[in-house]
C-alpha cells in the first residue's frame, strides 16, 4: 500500500467519527469525508454489488481525485470500505479519474483515466490516459504496465488532454471499453476499444460524437443494450439551453438507436435529457445477475454547491434506478429492493382538495409516496415538503402549460444560486402521477410511472417535516405513502 492511499485510509477513518450520528442520508451513498462526485466502478463482484466514487477526503471541495468505495447486498443498505485508490504514480499523480470495474476470475479489475502534467516539450498542461488496478473487494494493486489507453490509439486530431472516463464490460472472450474525449472540432465524441486481456488494447470506432450539437466534451460515457435497444449515456460539458429539455452548463444526455455492428457506430432514433432536476450528473449503469440495467449518479451539481458549511462531508449518490425502454423513452424507477424497507403504509383514494389540505400520518423526511391526481378542470396542483413555518420546497404541476417544477427557494438556502428548474410532462388532461422519494436531503421524483425523473437537493432542516397539498382550483387525487426505515 502507497504511501497517499494509507495516509487517506487513516483520516477517513478518523474524521468520520466526528459526524453527528443521524445527520447523512439513511438509504443513499454519502461521502465517507470529505467530497464525492462521479460514481465510479458500479459493479457486481462476487455477488455484492459495488460502488466507488471521485472522492477528496480532506476537504469538502473538488480535490486531488482518489476512489472511495462502499458495497451493498441490495443496492439500499450500504456498508463503507477503505479508500480504493489514491494518486501514487508518475501517471496519476495528479488524479485518479472517473472509471469502471469488470468481474473477471475471481478478481476485480478497475479501469480508470490517471491524469498526470504533461512535459514542456508538449506544451504543458496535462495528459490523461487509461490505466488498470486489480484486487479482491478491498485491496487494489495498479498493473506495471499502466497505462493500458493512452490518446495516440484515437483518430488524428484528438484531445490528449480531455479522454477519460472508460466504462468497461465483457462479451464472451473480450473485453470492450468506450471512453469519452474530445474531437478536432473541440466537441464531444465517444471512442471504443476491445482487449483479450485488458491489458493491451486497440482503437474500433468512434460510437458517437456531438458534433457541437450537444455541448462539448462529453464525460462519463455509458453503453449498454436494453429491451433490445442500445442505449449511449453521456454528460455534456457547455451545453446551451434547448427549451426545458436541456439547460445551460452541465447536462446528462442519452441517446437511443441501432448499433452499426459493421461500422461500429450508433444509429440514432432518440436523444433527450436524463434527468431534469438540478441534481444530477455522471450517472452510470450496472447489470444484475437476473438482467435487470441498474443506473446511479451523482446527486449534487458543478454548479451550485448548496452543502452546509460545518458538515464534514459533501455529496451523495441518486437512488439505484431500474431502466427500461418504452417507445423509445428511457424509463427510470427506484430499484424494487426499496420495498423492503417500507413501514407505516398510509392510503387516501379519490381524496378532493380545493385550496391546502395536510393529512396528520402524511409527513416526515425518510419516505416513498405516490399521488395519482385525476382529470379536472383545475389551474394548478403543488406537493410542498419539508415545510414548518419559516420553509418548504415545491412540486408544482400545471395543467394548462402541461409544467412540472421543482422549487426550492424557501427552502433555507443561504445564496442566490439556480433555484428552479421546470420539465414539460405529456399532457394527460390533468392527470398525472407523481412518486415522491425523500431521504433527509433529497427530493428523486419519477413521474408518470418513470417516463421523466427530477432529482434536487435541499439541505432544510431536518426539524422541518411537514407535507401538505395545495391546489387552485379542485382536485381529486390518490395517495399512497410508505415510510422508509434502515436498520
Not at 479482491?136 to 490528449?160: A, F, H, Q
Amino acid at each position: 500500500m502507497s504511501e497517499a492511499l494509507e495516509k487517506a485510509r487513516k483520516y477517513e477513518s478518523e474524521v468520520k467519527k466526528e459526524i453527528p450520528e443521524g445527520q447523512k442520508p439513511s438509504f443513499h451513498v454519502s461521502a465517507p469525508v470529505g467530497w464525492i462526485n462521479d460514481p465510479n466502478g458500479f459493479s457486481l463482484y462476487k455477488g455484492e454489488y459495488h460502488l466507488f466514487y471521485q472522492y477528496h477526503p480532506y476537504r469538502t471541495v473538488w480535490g486531488p481525485m482518489h476512489w472511495g468505495h462502499s458495497k451493498s447486498k441490495d443496492f439500499i443498505k450500504w456498508e463503507q470500505l477503505p479508500c480504493a485508490l489514491a494518486p501514487d504514480t508518475v501517471y496519476d499523480g495528479q488524479g485518479c479519474f472517473s472509471g469502471s470495474a469488470v468481474e473477471q476470475e475471481g478478481t476485480h479489475i478497475l479501469m480508470y483515466t490517471g491524469v498526470s502534467a504533461a512535459a514542456p516539450e508538449e506544451g504543458g498542461g496535462v495528459r490523461q490516459v487509461q490505466c488498470i488496478a486489480v484486487g479482491d473487494g478491498v485491496n487494489y494493486e495498479k498493473l506495471e504496465c499502466n497505462p493500458v489507453i493512452t490518446s495516440d490509439l484515437l483518430p488524428k486530431g484528438s484531445s490528449r488532454e480531455d479522454f477519460r472516463d472508460p466504462k468497461i464490460w465483457k462479451e464472451g472472450e473480450t473485453f470492450y471499453a468506450v471512453v469519452g474525449s474530445r474531437s478536432s472540432d473541440s466537441s464531444g465524441q465517444i471512442a471504443l476499444f476491445t482487449s483479450k486481456d485488458a491489458k493491451k488494447w486497440k482503437f474500433v470506432s468512434i460510437v458517437d460524437r456531438s458534433q457541437n450539437s450537444y455541448g462539448k466534451m462529453w464525460e462519463c460515457p455509458d453503453f449498454f443494450e436494453v429491451d433490445g435497444r442500445h442505449v449511449m449515456i453521456t454528460s455534456p460539458q457547455e451545453m446551451s439551453a434547448v427549451g426545458l429539455e436541456f439547460h445551460n452548463g452541465n447536462n446528462t444526455l442519452y441517446l437511443i438507436g441501432e448499433f452499426d455492428k459493421e461500422n461500429n457506430t450508433l444509429i440514432r432514433k432518440q436523444a433527450a435529457a436524463i434527468d431534469y432536476g438540478l441534481d444530477f450528473y455522471a450517472p452510470q449503469t450496472m447489470e444484475t445477475a437476473n438482467g435487470r440495467r441498474i443506473m446511479i449518479a451523482w446527486m449534487q451539481s458543478w454548479d451550485n454547491h448548496i452543502t452546509p458549511s460545518h458538515f464534514k462531508w459533501s455529496g451523495l449518490m441518486t437512488i439505484p434506478r431500474e431502466l427500461k425502454v418504452i417507445h423509445n423513452r428511457l424509463y427510470q424507477n427506484p430499484v424494487r429492493e426499496l420495498e423492503q424497507y417500507y413501514q407505516n403504509e398510509v392510503k387516501y383514494d379519490a381524496v378532493t382538495i380545493n385550496g391546502k389540505k395536510e393529512f396528520e400520518d402524511i409527513r416526515g423526511r425518510e419516505l416513498d409516496f405516490t399521488v395519482d391526481v385525476k382529470e379536472g378542470g383545475y389551474r394548478k396542483f403543488t406537493v410542498r415538503l419539508a415545510s414548518d413555518s419559516q420553509f418548504f420546497s415545491e412540486i408544482i404541476y400545471n395543467p394548462k402549460e402541461n409544467s412540472l417544477t421543482f422549487d426550492r427557494t424557501y427552502s433555507g438556502l443561504n445564496r442566490d444560486i439556480i433555484h428552479t428548474r421546470t420539465m414539460k410532462v405529456k399532457d394527460q388532461g390533468g392527470r398525472i402521477r407523481l412518486r415522491i422519494l425523500m431521504d433527509k436531503y433529497s427530493v428523486e421524483v419519477f413521474a408518470n410511472d418513470g417516463e421523466q425523473a427530477m432529482t434536487s437537493l435541499i439541505y432544510t432542516s431536518l426539524e422541518a417535516k411537514g407535507i401538505s397539498f395545495v391546489t387552485e382550483g379542485e382536485v381529486t387525487m390518490d395517495i399512497t405513502k410508505y415510510d422508509v426505515i434502515i436498520k
